[in-house]
């Protein structure tokens, strides 16, 4: 079992940067994939960018590639999602997730373990 707490969400003003952390419980975290997704209102969940367990492979939505960067610390049990050059429609909630396999992938149904979420706002 794994708990995942996501923080560092807030408003930002577009062309702004945030950095969001998700702290996982339990000590085999290096044993999951990570990935984030996001959900806005009224719309689907939809991926972001994901992990593989040692950091060397990541993998980005079309979307934000180029100003997303995701990242881990396994030492901190800790995966990061830096965020810049922020645009009103990244505005959503944010979720981590955790799949008990070593492979980052991009759909929400590998994913075995969530977050609870945090709101990103970008204002124009």
């Known amino acids: 079992q794994v708990q995942l707490v996501e923080s560092g969400g807030g408003l930002v003003q577009a062309g702004g940067s945030l950095r969001l952390s998700c702290a996982a419980s339990?000590?085999?975290?290096?044993?999951?994939?990570m990935g984030w997704f996001r959900q806005a209102p009224g719309k689907e969940r939809e991926f972001v960018a994901a992990i593989s367990l040692s950091g060397g492979n990541t993998l980005y939505a079309d979307s934000v590639k180029g100003r997303f960067t995701i990242s881990r610390d396994n030492a901190k049990n800790t995966v990061y999602l830096q965020m810049n050059s922020l645009k009103p429609v990244d505005t959503a909630v944010y979720y981590c997730?955790?799949?008990?396999?070593?492979?980052?992938?991009?759909?929400?149904?590998?994913?075995?373990?969530w977050g609870q979420g945090t709101q990103v706002t970008v204002s124009s």
């Open positions: 997730a955790a799949t008990r396999t070593s492979i980052p992938w991009a759909t929400t149904r590998e994913y075995d373990y």
């Open positions: 339990g000590r085999t975290f290096s044993s999951y994939a």
